[in-house]
């Protein structure tokens, strides 16, 4: 299958500036962004672009952010409030992902969904719920912790064409956007 | 929403323009997939050969599309990525609906 041509619209967040680090090795990419849909696809943009420089198989990078998008959109739209502070932080260590995800946005009430699929056997088919499922389905070592007024989400995502692969310490990209799109 | 509109023989082939169908472009698919329902009859074949993202925003739009043609017109899906395709498979919604490798070539009605 040809890949696609076409590129939705890309917020400035997601230019690809030239990746820290040497050659093909995963840095450190560290996000912080104001809370919205187009930013939260900027966010996804510059990580997925990070990870192909890596040189991460297509199926791994594909996870990583289908997880990443579901945590995000679920900040967005339940945590945070529009133009709410989003930090984002993602390292590869020997063939996983590990992901932060921290929000300065309402504490989150009672415990991480279990992903149970929502059931297509009725007569209305629903347009939700598919989201958790697909986090639990894709992620490992799920952790929430309520610090200091912070949500911070802790997730792994095997990375099994990254094996090799660590993030050195001294390759750290840093971007921050403080005024939202 | 880019989405090009192609009727042959009373069905048609929607072409999907855009790479993402995400959280911040859904509605935006609703909106122009509820005009192109409009503006057409019969069943409708998304193309989404050009899609190489679609999350649960994404899908819940599609199959929104599909209760909007529904009962009487079909929504099928073609040309998927591999990405994209990983999504309906893991809600299991590849059994729901009907999935081309390629778009399926309509006949031309004779006259």
């Not at chain 1, 050659?23 to 996804?44: D, I, K, W, Y």
């Not at chain 1, 672009?49 to 890596?54: I, M, P």
């Not at chain 2, 599609?62 to 994209?84: C, D, F, I, S, Y």
């Amino acid at each position: 299958m040809t890949p696609s041509r076409l590129q939705s619209a890309m917020p400035d967040s997601a230019r690809t500036l030239a990746p820290a680090g040497s050659g093909r090795r995963a840095p450190l990419v560290a996000l912080r962004f104001p809370a919205s849909p187009t930013e939260v696809r900027g966010a996804l943009m510059r990580l997925a672009a990070e990870w192909e420089v890596a040189g991460l198989a297509e199926e791994d990078r594909g996870n990583a952010e289908l997880v990443l998008a579901e945590v995000l959109n679920n900040v967005v739209e339940h945590a945070c409030k529009p133009g709410g502070a989003i930090a984002v932080s993602a390292r590869l260590k020997a063939g996983t992902l590990a992901v932060t995800v921290c929000d300065g946005g309402v504490e989150m009430p009672g415990t991480l969904p279990d992903g149970t699929p929502p059931s297509l056997d009725g007569a209305d088919l629903p347009e939700g719920g598919y989201g958790w499922h697909l986090i639990r389905t894709l992620a490992s070592n799920l952790s929430y912790q309520r610090i200091s007024g912070w949500n911070c989400l802790y997730f792994q995502v095997p990375m099994p064409s990254a094996a090799e692969q660590s993030t050195p310490v001294e390759g750290i990209v840093s971007i921050e956007r403080t005024k939202p799109e | 929403m880019r989405i090009i509109i192609e009727t042959v023989g009373g069905r048609s082939v929607a072409r999907i323009e855009e790479n993402r169908i995400d959280a911040a472009a859904a509605i935006q698919f609703k909106d122009r997939m509820r005009e192109i329902a409009q503006a057409t009859t019969g069943d409708i074949i998304l193309d989404m050969s050009n899609v190489g993202f679609l999350d649960s925003s994404g899908l819940g739009a599609v199959v929104a599309v599909m209760k909007v043609l529904a009962p009487n017109r079909r929504l099928e899906l073609a040309e998927l990525t591999p990405t994209v395709a990983r999504v309906f498979r893991l809600t299991r919604l590849d059994g729901i609906f009907t999935i081309h490798d390629t778009i399926p070539v309509a006949k031309r009605h004779a006259g």
